[in-house]
């Protein structure tokens, strides 16, 4: 399980735009020969391990640029990009994973879902439309569930994008000001910005207690998109070569990352 107090992350680290560039070009090649080989088109006659990348942070963090990225590695038909909303009706009348099942990548497939599961212990929790009682036990769940994917052949990356609080307050401001942002900016945002405290409290304990050593937590300090965006790409190559290797299965050379323009 891993320990971190969001609210003492005090230095976030940035790149120039020249570093950034050179580091993601790099990262997406890498990425995209990954991608082939697990999606057993390159080197191997079978699908390998199913890819399931989950994106959560505070609104305006970056998430869907870093994921913008990563999708702009690889070939469309290897990725799939689920945006998370409120549940509907229908949702909220059965379990609260009932409506993620269908999205969960088979072997050979990757999934990366742009908010998650974990609204339960966020949204929910914080907005008090569930009880702690309910907030452990579907803490619990969601391990079990991980568990049991992982267990099936499945790598689990997860990503925290964290930004401080002016820096958010900024970015929205800039929605605010941009006709061409202002669809991205939300009264809901607005109301969990004025929960920042509670988003941390909660946030923290997601992490501390869903943070299994088979999909734990990857925090990014995201004050600087330059950074994060390459601190994604890079933490997602690591972690499916550890998944690789967890499997037994020796991930391809990097020296053969060459050929992809």
Do not use: C
């Not at 990563?70 to 998370?84: C, E, F, N, Y």
């Not at 909660?202 to 995201?222: E, R, Y």
Request: no cysteine.
């Amino acid at each position: 399980m891993m320990n971190v107090d969001l609210a003492s992350i005090t230095e976030y680290p940035s790149l120039s735009s020249e570093v950034a560039e050179l580091r993601l070009r790099v990262a997406q090649k890498r990425l995209g020969h990954l991608r082939l080989f697990t999606a057993g088109v390159l080197d191997r006659h079978e699908p390998g391990p199913g890819i399931l990348a989950v994106f959560e942070g505070f609104d305006a963090a970056g998430k869907g640029g870093a994921i913008r990225r990563v999708a702009h590695s690889l070939d469309p038909r290897h990725v799939t990009v689920v945006p998370i909303g409120p549940p509907t009706p229908l949702e909220m009348a059965q379990h609260f994973l009932w409506r993620f099942q269908p999205h969960i990548p088979g072997h050979g497939a990757m999934t990366v879902f742009d908010r998650s599961w974990y609204g339960r212990v966020l949204v929910e929790r914080v907005d008090e439309l569930i009880d702690e009682a309910t907030v452990e036990r579907s803490q619990r769940e969601i391990v079990e569930f991980e568990r049991s994917l992982v267990d099936n052949g499945t790598i689990i990356v997860k990503f925290w994008l964290h930004i401080s609080d002016d820096e958010q307050l900024r970015r929205f401001e800039d929605r605010r000001d941009n006709p061409l942002k202002q669809w991205k900016l939300t009264e809901a945002d607005w109301h969990n910005r004025k929960k920042r405290a509670a988003y941390i409290v909660a946030a923290n304990d997601m992490i501390a207690t869903t943070g299994a050593q088979d999909a734990p937590w990857h925090v990014i300090p995201a004050n600087s998109k330059h950074f994060a965006r390459v601190q994604v790409i890079e933490t997602l190559n690591r972690e499916i070569e550890r998944g690789l290797a967890r499997m037994d299965i020796t991930p391809p050379s990097s020296h053969g990352d060459d050929y992809l323009v």
